[in-house]
């Protein structure tokens, strides 16, 4: 009862987008984590005829496009875990991100050629070389026949804030190495719509090919983003109550009023969150209803007073006609949260392939 309906049509629309808002700099499509959810391998063959190349998080999943035919470039964006990794991503022709001594050893020692992109740490403190360092860095890798191409990288901590000064700040670091004229890469969703100073030669486009919107109190409908996954269930229940009667765990819903009460089968089993908060919108019908009581593993139940819903009548917990920031918000998370966290219980459907 309990679908994704994944609109590829919608995804290349909003790839599309994110290549006329960086018209200088090549866009790689974000596809780690299963394409945020919406699965690796059929995003990356939707893609493959308009994408200028993917970024991954690390090297499996990049052998995965690589054994599905997938020839365009990809970069890992958290480089090779260990020296036989390294040597994969060498024979595999993927581009690797370097972000500490370690790695820059496994390069020496391998056989083969890799384009690098050397990360930065220009101020979030996850991963990547101290600016200072990064010269040294540089001329290692200028000494090191595997190395065909060198690019710097680095990634900001609060694009999602539009006019936070740290992302100045950022920015400036990145900046104090422009003497060394090399290629660089810092934009993601966030920065891309919002920081055009900062789209350098690589843009990399998350969450925005997915239609969310990566800016705080705002919707990707808002960026001209159309929904790409929608998440629908199914009424498998209909009944009335009284008022100071209770819904659910815990008793959390008491009726205030005689009150029509609507069970969807879908719960924290297939992904939903647990921690959806009391109103949470619910698309049926065209309308939305808010969610009460607790959700648990297989159900969730929704307040349809005076409404015309009926048993097997569709419910979209988020997508077309719901924007899946706005359900985020009401359960104190992210979209990107609600797309990735979907279980194997979810059954996919592709359209527009």
Not at 159 to 180: C, H, I, K, R, W
Not at 255 to 276: E, F, K, M, N
């Amino acid at each position: 009862a309990t679908q994704a309906i994944i609109d590829l049509h919608a995804l290349r629309e909003n790839y599309q987008l994110a290549k006329q808002g960086a018209p200088g700099s090549r866009a790689y499509a974000v596809i780690k984590a299963n394409a945020y959810g919406h699965g690796m391998l059929t995003v990356a063959n939707a893609l493959s005829s308009l994408a200028d190349g993917f970024a991954v998080a690390c090297v499996d999943e990049a052998l995965k496009l690589r054994q599905a035919g997938i020839l365009l470039p990809i970069l890992v964006l958290e480089g090779a875990m260990d020296r036989h990794e390294c040597q994969v991503a060498l024979d595999m022709d993927l581009e690797l991100s370097l972000h500490h001594e370690q790695q820059l050893q496994w390069l020496q020692q391998a056989q083969g050629s890799v384009k690098v992109w050397v990360k930065v740490d220009t101020g979030m403190h996850r991963l990547g070389f101290a600016v200072q360092d990064v010269p040294a860095v540089i001329s290692d890798l200028r000494a090191c026949a595997n190395v065909s191409q060198i690019q710097l990288m680095s990634h900001f901590a609060c694009a999602d804030e539009v006019g936070n000064a740290f992302n100045q700040y950022q920015l400036d670091q990145m900046q104090t190495l422009s003497p060394m004229k090399l290629p660089w890469s810092m934009s993601n969703s966030a920065a891309l719509l919002t920081q055009p100073q900062s789209h350098g030669e690589l843009v990399r486009p998350g969450i925005m090919l997915y239609g969310a919107s990566p800016i705080v109190g705002t919707t990707g409908q808002d960026f001209n983003l159309q929904a790409v996954m929608t998440l629908q269930s199914e009424v498998i229940a209909l009944h009335s109550i009284k008022a100071g009667e209770s819904v659910g765990y815990g008793q959390t819903f008491t009726a205030t009023q005689d009150t029509q009460i609507a069970v969807l089968a879908i719960g924290y089993g297939d992904g939903y969150p647990r921690s959806a908060k009391a109103g949470t919108p619910v698309l049926i019908r065209g309308r939305q209803w808010p969610l009460v009581g607790r959700v648990s593993m297989d159900m969730m139940t929704v307040d349809v007073t005076n409404s015309d819903v009926q048993l097997g009548d569709k419910a979209t917990l988020w997508g077309t006609g719901l924007s899946a920031d706005e359900v985020a918000h009401h359960c104190d998370t992210l979209s990107y949260e609600l797309f990735c966290r979907l279980t194997s219980r979810v059954k996919f459907q592709y359209l527009g392939s």
